[in-house]
């Protein structure tokens, strides 16, 4: 199983060596901006590193609201941001659910999805697998709640994308881990890529405050059975820097060597 973290994207390679991880996540750019991505220098070493390496898009895209000025600079940023973690190489490009405003139909939401889609397909396509994220709070989500995820899906799968499942999001989004990977699998049939967090806040609070897989009030081992029912690559998105997300790391491979928990 490959397990890595998100790390800063100076030098993704020296972080993945600091951490012991065979994968990496980063940003191409602000993750709170609206900045297209500038080709990497070190794009020819990317691509030819073993570690597999994924691309999380800026949390401003939202190709799901039904506010325009913010909906068609999301899908064209989606679109940026998907040929340029493909031109380093990215197994993947993560992006959050999105959501209509309060008062606008969710139907809308999920329709914009499918719409956002039909565009990249209509554009030459994404160039990578493009995976879409559960997120935590919200109370009008596309990928908070499985009810959402299940209508979300009806819209957009005739398409090419896949899920990637956060733990916390889940935990703070009012899902129960146990068994979450089988009811997931139920409506999306994959899941591409796990993001395996602790949660600061507690079950069902819509908070998104990640932390160290033994912190949080999510009980670690319910993360590792998520982790082994998902069978999917896993990114952890601790705090700490190297020396944190390394303990992270060092956790979930002893767990799932079948180490007992010291906790
Ligand atoms: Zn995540």
Same mark, same amino acid.
């Given at each position: 199983m490959r397990i890595g973290a998100h790390v800063d994207p100076t030098d993704p390679l020296t972080e993945a060596t600091a951490r012991a991880a065979d994968a990496v996540q980063f940003f191409l750019a602000d993750p709170q901006g609206w900045k297209a991505p500038q080709p990497r220098e070190d794009a020819e070493r990317l691509r030819a590193t073993g570690i597999d390496i994924y691309v999380h898009a800026p949390y401003v895209v939202n190709v799901a609201t039904g506010n325009n000025r913010i909906r068609i600079p999301s899908r064209k940023l989606l679109l940026a941001h998907a040929r340029a973690a493909a031109a $380093?190489?990215?197994? %993947? +490009?993560?992006?959050? =659910? %999105?959501?209509?405003? /309060?008062?606008?139909?969710?139907a809308t939401g999920f329709d914009n999805w499918r719409k956002a889609l039909a565009y990249a397909a209509e554009s030459g396509g994404f160039g990578l697998p493009v995976l879409i994220e559960?997120? #935590?709070?919200?109370?009008?989500?596309?990928?908070?709640?499985?009810?959402?995820? /299940?209508? +979300?899906?009806?819209?957009?799968?005739?398409?090419? &994308?896949?899920?990637?499942?956060? @733990?916390?999001?889940?935990? /703070?989004? =009012?899902?129960?881990?146990?068994?979450?990977?089988?009811?997931?699998? #139920?409506?999306?049939?994959?899941?591409? +890529?796990?993001? /395996?967090?602790?949660?600061?806040? *507690?079950?069902?609070?819509?908070?998104d405050r990640h932390d160290n897989l033994r912190g949080g009030t999510i009980d670690p081992e319910l993360v590792v059975a998520v982790i082994r029912a998902a069978?999917?690559?896993? $990114? &952890?998105? @601790?705090?700490? *820097?190297?020396? %944190?997300?390394?303990?992270?790391?060092?956790? +979930?491979?002893?767990?799932?060597? %079948?180490?007992?928990?010291?906790?």
């Open positions: $380093i190489g990215a197994k %993947g +490009l993560v992006v959050h =659910g %999105g959501h209509v405003n /309060a008062g606008d139909d969710p559960n997120t #935590a709070g919200g109370e009008n989500a596309c990928a908070r709640r499985l009810d959402a995820l /299940a209508r +979300l899906w009806d819209a957009v799968g005739d398409h090419e &994308v896949g899920f990637c499942l956060d @733990t916390c999001h889940a935990h /703070a989004g =009012g899902e129960e881990l146990l068994g979450l990977v089988d009811r997931v699998k #139920a409506i999306t049939g994959r899941i591409d +890529l796990v993001h /395996a967090n602790n949660s600061k806040d *507690g079950f069902g609070s819509g908070r069978g999917a690559p896993v $990114i &952890v998105e @601790t705090p700490g *820097g190297a020396e %944190g997300q390394s303990g992270d790391i060092a956790f +979930l491979r002893g767990q799932l060597a %079948g180490e007992t928990s010291a906790a």
